[in-house]
């Protein structure tokens, strides 16, 4: 359930935020979580395209051809070649270009993740998440484009727009916005009607669960913070942290607009939309540009960028794989998620699933890839 504000002035506190820079400490585990998805996006968006040609195989040079649209890290040639495990290439008669093809466990594979896709539990699971998205900051409808960057933390499968949308009609519709910046009209997915059993936060729950309630659990709501070793934030830093913790808690699933955008109350908003966001994706992370994405459509963009530095035991920021990805903290120990979605498969070398997080053959000897 949605929290209301019944009295917005009360919640309007002052900016106290001390104007010191809070360092970044590199945390190894949480890392190693995100190197251990290196060029699986890329890979399974290539199987993607090759699974959608009714051939089920591209020519090496059709496939070249997708290098940027997927964000190849390198040649189209050089990453089937790389990733042989996953696919394969055979000359389809003389003269004519190589032909790339899913071996038969990747086409297995494949089978596996559909299997999920399809099964009523997940489907349910993934229309509720995706209505929750769509209900963040009290919006109900986002351009598709903002979806599309989203849909594979969202755990989307890639052509949810007709295996998905199209058979939940009282959950959701297709629409024309406008871009405020160019005035261009752009599709967006709309939530048919609002569903206030989905508007409670993840962090809501677990202070239910706890027997809070009401006024009770809006004033006694704190993130959680995990701070790496030799992470020590500063006293005056770690005074207001503390004091911050104590304000009200609002929940992301309202709209908070009228609060002070530069108060301590609005911050404490800004990190509920963010912590809420990430614990809709699947594996509690997502690239920083996702989120700004996601926060310049709702006006929060420059809001989400101080809150991310601003609470570093709540969000760490990765450099790792040619990217900024942020990770939910609380959503890890070490280097496992604590609990896994089925489309995710916990960490180590020898873990089964149906998306590995270890796409990079070399560390195991062995095809690590389910998808």
Same mark, same amino acid.
């Given at each position: 359930m949605?929290?209301?504000c019944? #009295?917005?002035?009360l ?6 935020f001390?104007?010191?820079?809070v360092k970044w400490?590199q945390?190894?585990?949480?890392d *190693?979580?995100?190197?251990k998805e ?8 290539l199987? *993607?395209?090759i699974?959608?040609?009714?051939? $089920?195989?591209l020519?090496? @040079?059709t ?5 940027a ?9 050089k990453f ?5 495990c996953? %696919?394969?290439q055979?000359? +389809?008669g003389p003269?004519?270009? =190589? ?6 466990l990747?086409?297995s594979? #494949? ?7 399809n ?11 995706l209505?929750?998205?769509l209900?963040?900051?009290?919006m109900?409808k986002? =351009?598709?484009?903002v979806i599309e $960057?989203?849909?594979?933390?969202m755990g989307l ?9 199209a058979? &939940?009609?009282d @959950? ?6 406008e871009d405020p910046?160019?005035g261009?009209e ?7 009607s609002?569903? $206030?059993?989905?508007?409670v936060?993840e962090i809501e729950?677990?202070a239910?669960?706890l027997? @809070? ?6 004033h006694?709501i704190? %993130? +959680?913070?995990?701070? =790496? ?8 830093v770690?005074t207001?942290?503390e004091?911050?913790?104590k304000l009200?808690y ?6 908070? %607009?009228?609060?002070?955008? *530069? ?8 990190v509920?939309i963010? #912590? ?13 540009d996702?989120?700004?994405?996601f926060g ?6 420059l809001?989400?960028?101080k809150?991310?530095?601003h609470?570093?035991?709540i969000? &760490?920021?990765?450099?790792k794989?040619?990217?900024?990805t942020v990770?939910l903290?609380?959503? &890890?120990? $070490?280097?496992f ?13 020898n873990a ?12 195991n000897? #062995?095809?690590p %890839?389910?998808?």
């Open positions: 949605a929290l209301s019944k #009295h917005p002035h919640f309007n506190h002052i900016r106290t001390v104007n010191v820079k400490v945390d190894p585990y949480l *190693n979580a995100v190197l290196k060029d699986l996006k890329q890979t399974i968006s199987r *993607n395209q699974i959608s040609s009714p051939s $089920k195989s020519s090496i @040079y496939a070249s051809q997708l290098k649209s997927l964000n190849l890290p390198t040649t189209t040639t089937v070649d790389k990733y042989h996953v %696919f394969s055979f000359q +389809p003269g004519l270009p =190589p032909v790339v093809k899913l071996t038969p990747a086409l594979l #494949h089978k596996e993740e559909m299997a999920v896709h099964s009523p539990i997940n489907r349910e699971d993934t229309v509720q998440r209505a929750r998205l209900m963040l900051a009290g109900s986002l =351009p598709l484009y $960057k989203l849909k594979w933390d499968p890639h052509d949810y727009v007709t295996t998905l949308l058979e &939940y009609p @959950y959701f519709d297709v629409c024309v916005v910046s160019s261009k752009l599709l967006a997915l709309e939530l048919v609002w569903k $206030k059993e989905l508007s936060s729950k677990r239910i669960s027997g @809070y309630s009401g006024d009770k659990r809006r006694d704190a %993130f +959680p913070i995990f701070l =790496p070793k030799g992470f020590d934030l500063e006293k005056r770690k207001w942290v004091n911050w913790q009200p609002v929940s992301p699933y309202e709209d908070a %607009f009228h609060l002070d955008s *530069n108060s301590d109350q609005a911050e404490k908003w800004t509920a963010l #912590h809420e966001l990430l614990s809709l994706f699947v594996s509690k992370k997502t690239e920083r996702n989120l700004l994405c310049e459509c709702l006006g929060l963009a809001r989400f960028k809150a991310l530095v609470h570093p035991g969000f &760490y920021i990765s450099n794989i040619r990217t900024q990770v903290r609380e959503a &890890y120990r $070490k280097d998620l604590v609990k896994n979605h089925p489309l995710v498969v916990g960490s180590g070398a089964t699933g149906v998306i590995s997080q270890t796409i990079a053959a070399e560390w000897g #062995h095809l %890839f389910l998808g």
